[in-house]
């Protein structure tokens, strides 16, 4: 991964415009923003494939658990 964002995952971004740097605002690095954006992709992906069908539980689970941790920035897992 980069050692430069750019990140406008949440409300948090600096200026309304975005974060950019080693760190965002919410003190995200740019290596979990990139990883985040490839959740989200993946997600889009998921949805798509569903489209038109209804999704499993465990579908629904992983984009509503998956949006959450990528809008938010936070996760509730347990470390």
């Given at each position: 991964?980069?050692?430069?964002?750019?990140?406008?995952?949440?409300?948090?971004?600096?200026?309304?415009?975005?974060?950019?740097?080693?760190a965002?605002?919410?003190?995200?690095?740019?290596?979990?923003?990139?990883?985040?954006?490839e959740?989200t992709?993946?997600?889009?992906?998921?949805?798509?494939a569903a489209?038109?069908?209804?999704?499993s539980?465990?579908?629904?689970?992983?984009?509503?658990?998956?949006?959450?941790?990528?809008?938010?920035?936070?996760?509730?897992l347990?470390?």
């Amino acid at each position: 991964m980069s050692d430069n964002m750019f990140c406008f995952q949440c409300e948090q971004t600096a200026g309304c415009t975005g974060c950019t740097g080693k760190a965002g605002v919410c003190g995200k690095t740019a290596d979990v923003a990139g990883l985040q954006d490839e959740l989200t992709g993946a997600l889009v992906g998921l949805a798509r494939a569903a489209s038109g069908n209804t999704p499993s539980s465990a579908a629904h689970r992983a984009m509503i658990e998956g949006l959450f941790t990528t809008i938010t920035n936070v996760s509730r897992l347990k470390m």
